[in-house]
């Protein structure tokens, strides 16, 4: 089975810091990783995915991830925050090309001026 | 090419009533998951579907809930007599017939109430 383990619920940055949420996963087979966006009362919108081709990714909107089989972590980070940039991050992982996404508790990404 | 579509958007049960959710995948999408919120949580995988059959219903709850996904049509989240427990969005999700991946699409999401 499959989990996923984002620490921190809550997080705020001021305008123009790193944004740094974490997420560590737990996974018997080599995992597909991603990191999605929620916005208030919309659904969720595809920030990145890892797919074993590089270690590194790098996504839409400045986001970019790093995967780490070692730490088992798959942190998303974003040099410079933006006002725009608040809203819920969820970080998911699945096991094969069709099955269910298993997602952490979210993290709430505040961005103050 | 339109996005995952979901509806209602909001939806207003009481107690008892049944609610009817309808998901309509991307085109060219075959394969459909629904999710639920529940306030301040996660979303949880309920329901894997595939055109007529159910590929995987490990998160559905084991009484009045189900889904369907026909040849023609939108799928469809059934849930007869409500409770306030079941207040919550639910969310579908569709991906290519040969998926990538597994990256999923999101709908807009519905959101029942239940009164």
């Excluded at chain 1, 018997?28 to 920030?47: K, T």
């Excluded at chain 1, 798959?74 to 940039?85: E, G, V, Y």
């Excluded at chain 1, 096991?95 to 505040?110: C, E």
């Excluded at chain 2, 590929?55 to 059934?78: N, Q, T, Y």
Aim: charged share 20%; hydrophobic share 35%; with cysteine.
């Amino acid at each position: 089975a499959q989990s996923v383990t984002q620490l921190g619920s809550h997080v705020s940055v001021s305008e123009g810091a790193l944004v740094l949420l974490r997420c560590n996963y737990s996974s018997s087979v080599p995992p597909y990783l991603f990191w999605y966006v929620q916005y208030p009362n919309q659904g969720l919108q595809l920030l990145l995915k890892y797919t074993s081709a590089a270690t590194l990714v790098k996504g839409i909107n400045g986001f970019e991830a790093e995967f780490k089989k070692s730490e088992t972590s798959f942190h998303l980070t974003k040099p410079s925050a933006h006002m725009s940039d608040a809203a819920e991050y969820f970080c998911a992982v699945s096991v094969s090309t069709a099955s269910k996404l298993t997602f952490g508790t979210g993290t709430r990404l505040q961005v103050t001026l | 090419n339109a996005g995952v579509m979901q509806n209602p958007r909001h939806l207003v049960r009481r107690r008892g009533q049944e609610a009817r959710l309808r998901c309509s995948p991307m085109k060219g999408h075959s394969h459909v998951y629904w999710y639920r919120q529940l306030p301040e949580e996660g979303l949880k995988f309920m329901v894997y579907l595939q055109k007529e059959n159910i590929i995987d219903e490990s998160g559905m709850p084991k009484e009045r809930f189900s889904a369907e996904f026909p040849k023609e049509g939108p799928s469809i989240l059934r849930i007869q007599q409500v409770v306030r427990g079941d207040s919550a969005a639910y969310f579908c999700a569709s991906s290519p017939v040969v998926p990538s991946y597994n990256e999923q699409f999101f709908g807009p999401g519905t959101r029942l109430t239940v009164l």
